[in-house]
């Protein structure tokens, strides 16, 4: 079965071109040439997973995002103007699940989605059935949750990631490099504050305990303390 993608792109020659890769890649591909329309689409559920241009005639991607989130988890990777660091941190803030800058190599893109992809499928085939309970959070694999004082958090796909490898190590150091490769499935670059955006996002959905249940262990990486 080949994965759903819907590209919210104003572009037209950049829309048709990465249309055309998609699908060449195996892709099913639909396609929005403003917001209103890429969020029609989205809430209609006819895709696996979403492009995001923040840049829009009509709405700026990042209010889609905000109503997207309002109603689904459906995965979200934003496109981005280069080295607009304040975009990238409104869209974690929002609720995007990955980001990559304009212009934006192909390959690079294809990349990112099948991680993303293979994150939620390999969740999902693994089949590990059983919850599992650490302090007051409870892991719910098969539905691909976690509860904390049994109401579900409300995780994008990505933050449902980086929190359940974080559990699954609970007291001991997750290294930077080893949580991007598991939780995002990819290498972590020099200047890559994208981890760091998702655990500060975490923080504040978790709480903001003090001391915080994810520690940051300088110069290594994180670290979940399970509350008393």
């Not at 590209?7 to 890769?21: A, F, G, I, K, Q």
């Not at 689409?41 to 840049?55: F, K, N, T």
């Not at 892991?139 to 990505?158: K, S």
């Amino acid at each position: 079965m080949q994965n759903r993608v819907l590209l919210v792109e104003d572009d037209e020659e950049l829309r048709e071109l990465l249309s055309r890769y998609l699908a060449n890649q195996g892709f099913t591909v639909r396609e929005a040439a403003n917001g209103q329309d890429g969020l029609s689409l989205a809430l209609g559920q006819h895709c696996d997973l979403v492009v995001l241009d923040i840049m829009l005639p009509d709405i700026s991607g990042l209010e889609v995002l905000r109503q997207l989130r309002a109603k689904t988890h459906l995965p979200v990777v934003l496109l981005t103007a280069r080295g607009d660091e304040t975009d990238r941190i409104v869209g974690f803030e929002v609720g995007a699940d990955d980001y990559i800058p304009k212009p934006c190599n192909p390959r690079e893109l294809i990349a990112r989605l099948q991680a993303l992809l293979r994150r939620v499928a390999w969740d999902q085939e693994v089949g590990m059935d059983e919850s599992r309970a650490y302090g007051d959070l409870r892991v719910e694999p098969v539905h691909r949750r976690i509860c904390q004082n049994d109401m579900a958090l409300d995780l994008t796909a990505t933050e449902y990631e980086v929190l359940q490898v974080l559990l699954a190590h609970a007291g001991s150091v997750v290294r930077k490099t080893d949580l991007m490769q598991w939780a995002l499935g990819r290498r972590l670059e020099a200047y890559d504050r994208t981890l760091d955006m998702h655990i500060s996002n975490l923080r504040k959905k978790l709480g903001n305990d003090d001391p915080p249940r994810i520690e940051t262990v300088r110069g290594l990486g994180y670290s979940y303390r399970v509350p008393v």
